[in-house]
């Protein structure tokens, strides 16, 4: 079984986007991943937060 992060051959990879420039691999966080990072604070709050 593939990693949720695993990246696929028809879409590339849900969570980073690999961009080449001047023979350099950079990564980038998807539009997803940036949302899920933003806004995972407050669909799961922390036990801190809860306490």
Known sequence: MKSPSAVSNQWGSYFVDVQ???GEETRRL?????????????AIPSIEAIA
């Open 20 to 22: 080449k420039n001047e």
């Open 30 to 42: 998807t539009w997803c991943c940036h949302s899920i990072h933003k806004y995972s604070t407050m």
